[in-house]
């Protein structure tokens, strides 16, 4: 069964370093998103992608947030300086279409800034 | 300072019985509801979806039911099996765009 991939499992970051968070989506799928979890709160949206381009975008994903597909088969995820408070775990997911789609997650990124 | 998780509600269910997960949603413009299954350390997974022109959607040993004018969700899951364990979310798309907004989650524990 095709599933979403992401690498690395766990990253461990100085506060302020760059990171780069990669997924790879399901091969047919057109619309990929960043969602994200932090310990012990609820999964939060961040990000939509579509005909390469950010199609909605949440409060969270501000100027330190990007994300980039920079080829036919991956999409990443990058905050330019982390925080202490970017700690969590990212999802990324896709789906066929866009709206009213089911999402199809990866297993995530555990991010850690120290 | 000190951050606050959420409490997530616990069921705890035998091996073979039935399991009903409940979930208010917010948004009465919301039109498409997706029921989640995270376990330790994985992504979420799809278990099954509702539209808002259903009340009722059965799958493999898994039925949810929507109630639009109470905003409630309920996902029941047949004969429960220990690899039923895990944390449901339920997710509504907020009448608009192709975000998801997330539910705090239920904790489901099943006892062999």
């Known amino acids: 069964e095709p599933e979403v991939t992401q690498t690395p499992s766990h990253q461990v970051t100085q506060m302020g370093q760059e990171v780069i968070l990669r997924c790879v989506p399901i091969?047919?799928?057109?619309?990929f998103y960043w969602y994200r979890q932090i310990l012990g709160q609820k999964v939060e949206f961040l990000v939509s992608f579509y005909n390469n381009e950010i199609s909605e975008k949440s409060e969270i994903f501000d100027d330190q947030f990007s994300v980039e597909r920079p080829d036919g088969s991956n999409f990443t995820l990058k905050i330019r300086s982390t925080k202490l408070e970017d700690s969590a775990m990212y999802f990324c997911a896709s789906s066929e279409e866009g709206y009213n789609e089911k999402l199809f997650f990866g297993s995530g990124t555990q991010l850690s800034v120290l | 300072g000190e951050s606050v998780g959420l409490h997530l509600p616990t069921l705890s269910v035998q091996e073979g019985d039935n399991s009903i997960i409940n979930c208010a949603y917010s948004?009465?413009?919301?039109?498409?509801f997706i029921w989640y299954k995270q376990e330790s350390g994985k992504g979420p997974q799809f278990i099954i979806d509702?539209?808002?022109?259903?009340d009722k959607r059965q799958g493999q040993r898994v039925t949810v039911l929507l109630n639009k004018t109470v905003k409630h969700l309920s996902l029941q899951i047949a004969a429960t099996q220990p690899g039923d364990s895990a944390v449901y979310f339920c997710?509504?798309?907020?009448?608009?765009?192709?975000?998801?907004?997330f539910g705090t989650g239920t904790s489901l524990t099943v006892i062999p």
């Open positions: 091969s047919n799928h057109l619309y």
């Open positions: 509702i539209r808002s022109n259903m």
């Open positions: 948004n009465s413009a919301s039109d498409y």
């Open positions: 997710a509504e798309n907020g009448g608009l765009g192709n975000q998801f907004y």
